[in-house]
């Protein structure tokens, strides 16, 4: 009886293993299902993602203006939800405002204010504060690509409150743009005329201004320590409040410009090309021995002048400055009601030498 019963048992114990031995089988073959939709299913996101994209970059292409500004959206979304291609769609649609702004039938239509398309474009890259690309936490590491606009038709573009560090503006045309409240940090405006333009309370710290077409701008309380105005020309701009200690302004043309105020500790003015850093100005005087004050403007100068004149506010006033400098010697020298001496460190100016905003200089002898 006791050897049926352990039979019986054992019997039991056999069923037992061997069913859960295919229970088991069951549940890896179940896994592997599971493991294999998921395979397809992350494969078919990826195909629709891939689609979106090419699908997008297709209608950038189009000839209606509309499309083109749904392809801009849909280009936005993506570039907020996938990583894979963030830094491509950026570029694609800074390229876009530069190719699509350099066309001529653009520049003889768009001559108060860029297309709604454009404007739309520069809002989603730098604007809107929760979705915009570069207000976003992604654009700040090192290695995200910095914006490209170089040789853009931005005329009277709106950039207030644009988050644009590092940008590259160079050869620009921003004639009466906007750039109150913007962050523009190491930003290049080398080379770009800007005639009428306001940058009024905005952040520039470090950025560059040199060789730059800024008669009539506004620059009332901007902040720009360590900038360059190197070769600007400066003739009737607003300084009135900057701060630019330790800024370079070696060469700069500043017939009739206004310092009300303006704080230049530090800030310099060389006969030949020296860049320092900014930290190299602290301990410094002001040292303004090449800054122009007053002399002839040149004719490719006036004329600059006169082509941005429907940008300009002051423009009476600018061609006061001009012919108040025909026939004047070139006087150097420090501009009156600026505020000088030794640039003293601080925590503030600490923080604005350590970041690693990069300075775009043009190097010129």
């Given at each position: 009886m006791e050897?049926q019963?352990t039979?019986t048992s054992?019997?039991?114990?056999?069923?037992?293993?061997?069913?859960l031995?295919f229970f088991?089988k069951?549940?890896?073959?179940?896994d592997?299902?599971?493991?294999h939709q998921g395979?397809?299913i992350s494969?078919q996101?990826k195909?629709?993602v891939?689609?979106?994209?090419?699908?997008?970059?297709?209608?950038?292409?189009?000839?209606?203006t509309?499309?083109r500004?749904?392809a801009v959206?849909?280009l936005?979304?993506?570039a907020l939800?996938e990583e894979?291609y963030?830094?491509?769609i950026?570029?694609?649609?800074?390229?876009?405002?530069?190719?699509?702004?350099?066309?001529?039938?653009?520049?003889e239509?768009?001559?108060?204010?860029?297309?709604?398309?454009?404007q739309?474009?520069?809002?989603l890259l730098f604007?809107?504060?929760?979705?915009g690309?570069?207000?976003q936490d992604?654009?700040k590491?090192?290695e995200?690509?910095?914006?490209?606009?170089s040789?853009?038709?931005l005329?009277?573009?709106?950039?207030?409150?644009?988050q644009?560090?590092?940008?590259?503006?160079?050869?620009a045309?921003?004639?009466?743009?906007?750039?109150?409240?913007?962050?523009?940090?190491?930003?290049?405006?080398?080379?770009?005329?800007?005639?009428g333009?306001?940058?009024g309370?905005?952040?520039c710290?470090?950025?560059s201004?040199?060789f730059v077409?800024?008669?009539g701008?506004?620059?009332?309380?901007m902040?720009?320590q360590?900038?360059?105005?190197?070769?600007?020309?400066c003739?009737g701009?607003?300084?009135?409040?900057?701060?630019?200690?330790?800024?370079?302004?070696?060469?700069?043309?500043?017939?009739g410009?206004?310092?009300n105020?303006?704080?230049c500790q530090?800030?310099y003015a060389?006969?030949?090309?020296?860049?320092?850093?900014?930290s190299?100005r602290?301990?410094k005087n002001?040292?303004f021995?090449f800054?122009?004050?007053?002399g002839e403007?040149d004719?490719?100068?006036?004329?600059?002048i006169e082509?941005?004149k429907?940008?300009?506010?002051?423009?009476?006033e600018?061609?006061?400055?001009?012919?108040d400098?025909t026939?004047?010697?070139?006087?150097?020298?420090t501009?009156?009601?600026?505020i000088t001496g030794?640039?003293?460190?601080?925590?503030?100016?600490?923080?604005?030498?350590?970041?690693?905003?990069?300075?775009s200089?043009?190097f010129f002898?």
């Amino acid at each position: 009886m006791e050897e049926q019963i352990t039979l019986t048992s054992i019997g039991s114990g056999l069923i037992a293993i061997i069913g859960l031995y295919f229970f088991y089988k069951r549940l890896k073959n179940q896994d592997k299902q599971i493991q294999h939709q998921g395979e397809q299913i992350s494969l078919q996101i990826k195909q629709r993602v891939d689609e979106r994209f090419n699908s997008a970059i297709t209608l950038l292409g189009s000839s209606e203006t509309s499309a083109r500004t749904g392809a801009v959206y849909a280009l936005h979304e993506l570039a907020l939800e996938e990583e894979k291609y963030r830094q491509q769609i950026v570029q694609i649609l800074c390229s876009h405002i530069r190719s699509k702004t350099n066309e001529v039938a653009y520049q003889e239509t768009y001559t108060e204010r860029p297309s709604n398309e454009i404007q739309t474009t520069l809002n989603l890259l730098f604007k809107e504060r929760e979705r915009g690309l570069y207000t976003q936490d992604f654009a700040k590491v090192t290695e995200f690509s910095r914006a490209d606009l170089s040789r853009a038709y931005l005329v009277q573009a709106n950039f207030r409150g644009a988050q644009c560090q590092e940008a590259n503006f160079w050869f620009a045309q921003c004639q009466g743009a906007n750039f109150r409240d913007a962050q523009c940090q190491g930003a290049s405006f080398s080379f770009v005329q800007c005639q009428g333009a306001n940058f009024g309370h905005s952040r520039c710290q470090r950025a560059s201004f040199s060789f730059v077409q800024c008669q009539g701008v506004n620059f009332g309380g901007m902040e720009c320590q360590g900038a360059s105005f190197m070769h600007a020309q400066c003739q009737g701009a607003y300084f009135g409040g900057v701060e630019c200690q330790g800024t370079d302004f070696g060469n700069a043309q500043c017939q009739g410009a206004r310092f009300n105020g303006t704080q230049c500790q530090g800030a310099y003015a060389f006969e030949k090309f020296i860049s320092q850093e900014l930290s190299s100005r602290v301990g410094k005087n002001t040292e303004f021995i090449f800054l122009q004050l007053e002399g002839e403007i040149d004719e490719d100068i006036i004329e600059n002048i006169e082509n941005a004149k429907n940008y300009l506010n002051d423009f009476k006033e600018i061609q006061e400055i001009i012919k108040d400098n025909t026939g004047k010697k070139t006087r150097y020298g420090t501009p009156e009601d600026c505020i000088t001496g030794i640039l003293e460190n601080s925590e503030q100016l600490q923080s604005i030498i350590e970041k690693d905003w990069k300075l775009s200089l043009c190097f010129f002898d």
